[in-house]
């Protein structure tokens, strides 16, 4: 069964940048889209960006030109590259497929205070 771990989270204040970490314990990685998705406090779980087998990008509007997210498939690893932070960006962060076939992890959380 394929386990994806998050990690990278933590405190930070408005305006600087967190780097978030997606590893997955698959044989298979680099066929795959990739998404990560976040779901702040009392709100339903969305998107926030995804990247296709062949590297093609979308983002939500509320992070495009902030985040970006990228693969190494040699390391199965998803990365998400957070800049320009807001406090809205608080949310806990997971990562999946693309059409969410993988069981969930525990995510990471992401809190922007000062």
């Known amino acids: 069964q394929v386990q994806l771990l998050e990690s990278g989270g933590g405190l930070v204040q408005p305006g600087g940048p967190l780097r978030l970490s997606c590893a997955a314990s698959?044989?298979?990685?680099?066929?795959?889209?990739m998404a990560w998705y976040r779901q702040a406090p009392g709100k339903e779980r969305e998107l926030v960006a995804s990247?296709?087998?062949?590297?093609?990008?979308k983002y939500a509007d509320s992070v495009k030109g902030r985040f970006t997210i990228s693969r190494d498939n040699a390391k199965k690893t998803l990365y998400l590259q957070m800049n320009g932070v807001l406090p809205a960006d608080t949310a806990v962060y997971y990562c999946?497929?693309?059409?969410?076939?993988?069981?969930w992890g525990q995510g990471t959380q992401v809190t922007v205070s000062t």
């Open positions: 999946n497929e693309a059409r969410n076939i993988w069981p």
């Open positions: 698959t044989t298979m990685f680099a066929p795959y889209a």
């Open positions: 990247i296709g087998n062949y590297g093609r990008t």
